[in-house]
């Protein structure tokens, strides 16, 4: 069984930064697609940035220039550089893997930024 191991998230201050990693284990296949999604208090999960295997990556409008996604193929990890935090950027945050045809959750990390 595929499970997704989810770590980085805490406590910062406004125009801090944190890393969040995130690694899947029990897959023989690489994932497809990696994403890091968050919900806010009292808001939709939302898509904040996605990694596909033929290199295309994408963020959402708020946090293009702050956030960084990456990935390492070898260890089936995706990790996510959020720089500038900003208080609107509390949230569970959330990562998310397809492998074969299966979607994969990892437990919720919390960021809270303080102002």
């Known amino acids: 069984q595929v499970h997704l191991m989810v770590s980085g998230g805490g406590l910062v201050q406004a125009g801090g930064s944190l890393r969040l990693s995130c690694a899947a284990s029990g897959s023989t296949f690489g994932p497809s697609f990696m994403g890091w999604y968050r919900q806010a208090p009292g808001k939709e999960r939302e898509l904040v940035a996605s990694?596909?295997?033929?290199?295309?990556?994408d963020y959402a409008e708020s946090v293009r220039g702050r956030f960084t996604i990456s990935r390492d193929s070898a260890k089936n990890a995706v990790y996510l550089q959020m720089n500038s935090l900003k208080p609107e950027d509390t949230g569970l945050y959330y990562c998310?893997?397809?492998?074969?045809?299966?979607?994969?959750w990892g437990h919720g990390t919390l960021v809270t930024v303080a102002s």
């Open positions: 990694t596909q295997d033929v290199g295309h990556v």
């Open positions: 998310k893997m397809d492998i074969g045809s299966r979607e994969v």
